[in-house]
T-cell receptor, first 112, second 114 residues
Framework: TQLLEQSPQFLSIQEGENLTVYCNSS?????LQWYRQEPGEGPVLLVT?????EVKKLKRLTFQFGDARKDSSLHITAAQPGDTGLYLC????????????FGKGTKLSVIP | DSGVTQTPKHLITATGQRVTLRCSPR?????VYWYQQSLDQGLQFLIQ???????AKGNILERFSAQQFPDLHSELNLSSLELGDSALYFC?????????????FGPGTRLLVL
């Protein structure tokens, strides 16, 4: 069974601070996705990374896929209250596997 | 709005009962996925249907079953409910059958078993 460990589990920071959350596994994934989920809603896809070492930027969010495709990180610059939410990583092993494996998430609170 | 609809939004029932959750995928999407989200287990994949047929099975209990109808909407049936079945149940849809592609999630059904 493939597992994705996310850290930290909870994070509370002041507006304007930078932060990094991590997603780690002992398994190799063909692709990895990051989602954000707000209370009472379903997860919304932020980005998909597929190549080892890949870096993608989405405004103040920077996503990196590890060289070995076993881990990923999400860095947020100058966090804003609107960034508050649950950040989930999900991996696909590809090659005939049709399901996503989700981490338990990092719950981020950005305090104004 | 993801385009995926789920009903009902909230459901309260008693142990031993049976409930049906309904999902309508985005227009044009052929795959429907069901997930269970609880505080301790996180988001767990239950089952996937593609164009009316079961494509993949995850951690779905034998008391749970699902189907996808010709109009592509799907239903998740939960029977002999236990307290531990209380959770958020999400449906997601995607264009094709590859689970690694972009999945669009519905707003979820919150189930409370008393």
């Amino acid at each position: 069974t493939q597992l994705l460990e996310q850290s930290p589990q909870f994070l509370s920071i002041q507006e304007g601070e930078n932060l990094t959350v991590y997603c780690n596994s002992s398994s190799v994934f063909s692709s990895l996705q990051w989602y954000r989920q707000e209370p009472g809603e379903g997860p919304v896809l932020l980005v998909t990374v597929v190549t080892g070492g890949e870096v993608k930027k989405l405004k103040r969010l920077t996503f990196q896929f590890g060289d070995a495709r076993k881990d990923s990180s999400l860095h947020i610059t100058a966090a804003q209250p609107g960034d508050t939410g649950l950040y989930l990583c999900a991996g696909s092993s590809g090659a005939g596997s049709y399901q996503l494996t989700f981490g338990k998430g990092t719950k981020l609170s950005v305090i104004p | 709005d993801s385009g995926v609809t789920q009903t009902p939004k909230h459901l309260i029932t008693a142990t031993g009962q049976r409930v049906t959750l309904r999902c309508s995928p985005r227009s044009g999407d052929l795959s429907v996925y069901w997930y269970q989200q609880s505080l301790d287990q996180g988001l767990q994949f239950l089952i996937q249907y593609y164009n009316g047929e079961e494509r993949a099975k995850g951690n779905i209990l034998e008391r749970f079953s699902a189907q996808q109808f010709p109009d592509l909407h799907s239903e998740l049936n939960l029977s002999s409910l236990e307290l531990g079945d209380s959770a958020l149940y999400f449906c997601a849809s995607s264009v094709g059958g590859n689970g690694g592609e972009t999945q669009y999630f519905g707003p979820g059904t919150r189930l409370l078993v008393l």
